[in-house]
């Protein structure tokens, strides 16, 4: 059986991802839910999910999730640090 890449991009994430850390992370940014969810093409209910341990992203959601934490983070913090996937893992 082949698995396709559109299919591979459904699959849950198996990484031992923390939507507490999420939660953290997005506090420390100032961002409400639905600033991370518009600034990262996704939905407040999707952040509100992980963020509750409810389900976890998707591996395509992950790219946008990061890179819109990383650049609210960069602005909070006055760019210092670096910010990760690794960051949103236990």
């Known amino acids: 059986m082949s698995v396709t890449v559109s299919t591979m991009a459904r699959t849950p994430l198996t990484l031992p991802f ?25 939905s407040r ?8 341990g409810e389900a976890k992203p998707e591996p395509a959601s992950l790219g946008p999730l990061v890179l819109g934490l990383a650049e609210a983070l960069r602005r909070t913090v006055g760019g210092k640090g670096s910010f990760g996937l690794d960051d949103l893992l236990d």
């Open 18 to 42: 923390s939507g507490a850390r999420l939660r953290t992370w997005r506090e420390r940014a100032g961002l409400t839910q639905q600033q991370l969810a518009d600034r990262c093409g996704l």
């Open 45 to 52: 209910f999707q952040i509100s999910r992980w963020e509750t």
